[in-house]
């Protein structure tokens, strides 16, 4: 089956009033702005299909949606092609969050290299109350595409692609003393949404054939600059999506560049497995995962662990597991775990060995030892061609 592709119409392809190829067609043509209405409960903006973001924006689709607001799928009247708005909720601390990002972004914008790395910020606009970011569309997520595909892995190969763009754009990110903080595969998107159909390895008990999606291209952009923290200022305790984030935050040993590298070797772990690594929700059991992966938790860092973190230890020397384990689940939990060596050979193949040498340098505990972002590109993983 063919995809649906999102790509740019040429002036031919349009009609006279500027509005979207009549496949596209929702509602009504025209500019007028649609009706006040409230915002929902949780500061949402509310909106139907068709109607208009200004008079320059036709909704299309509703794209996604977080914590921060929603995305919409728009039709620009004036550029004559789709876009990608996120609407960020109506609430103080989001629209800081989002003036934060718009900042970040016109900084990574000032480098040429943006464009090639990161998702671009064509404009902004406050309409409503609400701060609308207006950006190139893209492609799916990884995580979206390991979702279509029923969380199989994805050939090495391109995980190799993934993760050499992933840490250049981490890298540029980290030269501008910029992290990212919630460096995960819903934040990582896919250029083009075209894809093709191969023969899967996994086959059901009557032994028929099954497929799964590649992309075309393996192309990828980040997104998601609103919990970018500059390097010098003051930081939170807490900060990245729990199955990314790093020992030395949940230890409230303060974090700094290097918890990023940390998300990206959690990320490609999850590639080439389709499965995250670290599937947790609480801090005693995700630190067992990480020993049983990883191997213990060094000592000078439990020693210098902030009091609520010092609970999760024993005498200050051992974690206290699984004697503090809350549930015989969270038990098995960790037991079904593989080490990283072990768990990289059941996926990867001829590039195991390097892939594991790889991940050990990107999750290291200590913070200081890991790669960084620069050191992971030149490691011999990485040493073939890139993308065509």
Known sequence: MESS???????????????????????????????????????????????????????LSKMGEGTFGRVLECWDRETREY??????????????????????????????????????IQRWFDYRNHICIVFEKLGPSLYDFLKRNRYQPFPVELVREFGRQLLESVAYMHELRLIHTDLKPENILLV???????????????????????????????????????????????????????????LGLGWSLPCDIWSVGCILVELCSGEALFQTHENLEHLAMMERVLGPVPEHMIRKASSSAQKYFRRGTRLNWPEGAVTRESIRAVRKLHRLKDLVARNADHSKASLADLLYGLLRFEPSERLTAQEALDHPFFRIPGPT
Not at 41 to 53: A, K, P, Q, T
Not at 85 to 94: E, N
Not at 227 to 246: M, P
């Open 5 to 59: 592709r999102s790509r740019k119409r040429t002036r031919q392809e349009l009609d006279s009033t500027g509005d979207p190829p009549p496949e596209r067609e929702v509602v009504a043509r025209g500019g007028a702005s649609p009706p006040w209405r409230d915002d929902d409960r949780d500061g949402h903006y509310v909106f139907d299909l068709g109607e208009n973001l200004t008079r320059r924006y036709k909704i």
């Open 192 to 250: 083009s949404s075209e894809y093709i159909k191969v023969p899967s390895s996994k086959k059901n008990s009557q032994d028929e054939i099954h497929f799964k999606c590649l992309p075309k291209s393996s192309a990828i952009k980040l997104i998601d600059f609103g919990s970018t923290a500059f390097d010098n200022q003051e930081h939170n305790s807490i900060v990245s999506t729990r199955h990314y984030r790093a020992p030395e935050i949940i």
């Open 83 to 120: 876009v990608a708005i996120k609407v960020v909720r109506s609430i103080r601390k989001y629209r800081d969050a989002a003036m934060i990002e718009i900042d970040v972004l016109n900084r990574l914008a000032e480098n040429e290299r943006y464009r090639s790395l990161c998702v671009q």
